[in-house]
């Protein structure tokens, strides 16, 4: 994050574990701020329906209309109504509770868990968490958002907190974002998989990541990066405060450059890579 332009148009992150530390997060998690921050006290969205209702009518959203999630279970139906494969376009849904996200011990499946069910819309988590998820399936573009895919798609104000153990193109927020914008979100616990992994995207296409810092530790085989794996789009205002490791698990006869970075382990040609911090 670069603190030195002060403008409000980005966020500052700070990674505060103490009992101070701004209760939107409990305490236990990073605090998201910036020049004037004012914490909101209820959502300023006005809701065309719970998800719930939404889920129930097995219809497609209404376009230009925004859907609440408040709970475990409206969190599953979001990702169930991505997958099955309703409109997304031009909807928002958004957060208005920290959420669990899963309370067994079954794998998270992501939401938009194909390319031909890519999420297009709008969500919005507005600064809560998503803890505990768990994800351990040595599949391809394992996240909480498994595919996204639209020039107006927007994911932001998310934190996630778990362990992601996948195959390639995995990360902590979206496993693929082949078009969109991925903007102050966080990701913090652990993540180990293969190729092209990040801790806010897995591999970043048409796309940009803007204000985004990842705490969790990573390890891969190979395009390994702090914010992004793979990137041939634009990074601003990222930070990336953990460690990241090479798994040569393949001995001597491993081959080729793993190339690691702190904010990406590119194997494309990034558009614009441009203040961003890698402690």
């Given at each position: 994050?670069?603190?030195?332009?002060?403008?409000?148009?980005?966020?500052?992150?700070?990674?505060?574990?103490?009992?101070?530390?701004?209760?939107?997060?409990?305490?236990?998690?990073?605090?998201?701020?910036?020049?004037?921050?004012?914490?909101?006290?209820?959502?300023?969205?006005?809701a065309t329906a719970t998800m719930s209702a939404l889920s129930e009518s097995?219809q497609n959203a209404v376009r230009g209309g925004f859907y609440s999630i408040?709970?475990?279970?409206?969190?599953?139906?979001?990702?169930?109504?991505?997958?099955?494969?309703?409109?997304?376009?031009?909807?928002?849904?958004?957060?208005?509770?920290?959420?669990?996200?899963?309370?067994?011990?079954?794998?998270?499946?992501?939401?938009?868990?194909?390319?031909?069910?890519?999420?297009?819309?709008?969500?919005?988590?507005?600064?809560?968490?998503?803890?505990?998820?768990?994800?351990?399936?040595?599949?391809?573009?394992?996240?909480?958002?498994?595919?996204?895919?639209?020039?107006?798609?927007?994911?932001?104000?998310?934190?996630?907190?778990?362990?992601?153990?996948?195959?390639?193109?995995?990360?902590?927020?979206?496993?693929?974002?082949?078009?969109?914008?991925?903007?102050?979100?966080?990701?913090?616990?652990?993540?180990?998989?293969?190729?092209?992994?990040?801790?806010?995207?897995?591999?970043?296409?048409?796309?940009?990541?803007?204000?985004?810092?990842?705490?969790?530790?990573?390890?891969?085989?190979?395009?390994?990066?702090?914010?992004?794996?793979?990137?041939?789009?634009?990074?601003?205002?990222?930070e990336n405060d953990a460690d990241l490791t090479y798994n040569n698990h393949?001995?001597?006869?491993?081959?080729?450059?793993?190339?690691?970075?702190?904010?990406?382990?590119?194997?494309?040609?990034?558009?614009?890579?441009?203040?961003?911090?890698?402690?």
């Amino acid at each position: 994050v670069d603190l030195q332009s002060k403008s409000s148009n980005y966020r500052e992150w700070i990674y505060d574990t103490s009992s101070s530390a701004k209760s939107r997060t409990d305490g236990r998690y990073p605090s998201i701020m910036f020049p004037n921050y004012i914490i909101p006290k209820e959502s300023y969205y006005t809701a065309t329906a719970t998800m719930s209702a939404l889920s129930e009518s097995k219809q497609n959203a209404v376009r230009g209309g925004f859907y609440s999630i408040s709970s475990t279970e409206e969190l599953q139906k979001f990702r169930d109504y991505v997958n099955m494969g309703y409109n997304t376009q031009e909807v928002t849904f958004f957060q208005t509770a920290d959420i669990v996200v899963t309370k067994t011990v079954d794998s998270w499946t992501p939401i938009g868990d194909d390319d031909d069910n890519a999420f297009k819309g709008v969500y919005d988590g507005q600064g809560y968490v998503l803890t505990d998820i768990y994800i351990n399936k040595i599949k391809n573009a394992q996240s909480l958002f498994g595919y996204v895919d639209d020039t107006n798609a927007l994911i932001k104000n998310v934190g996630v907190m778990g362990l992601v153990d996948g195959g390639d193109n995995c990360g902590g927020v979206v496993g693929v974002l082949a078009r969109g914008t991925v903007a102050n979100c966080w990701f913090g616990g652990e993540m180990i998989s293969k190729d092209r992994i990040g801790g806010i995207v897995g591999k970043a296409d048409d796309a940009q990541i803007l204000n985004c810092a990842n705490f969790a530790t990573i390890s891969g085989d190979s395009h390994i990066g702090g914010i992004v794996g793979s990137c041939a789009g634009f990074v601003s205002y990222c930070e990336n405060d953990a460690d990241l490791t090479y798994n040569n698990h393949a001995g001597p006869q491993k081959t080729g450059c793993p190339r690691i970075g702190g904010i990406a382990g590119s194997d494309a040609t990034p558009k614009s890579i441009t203040h961003c911090k890698n402690i």
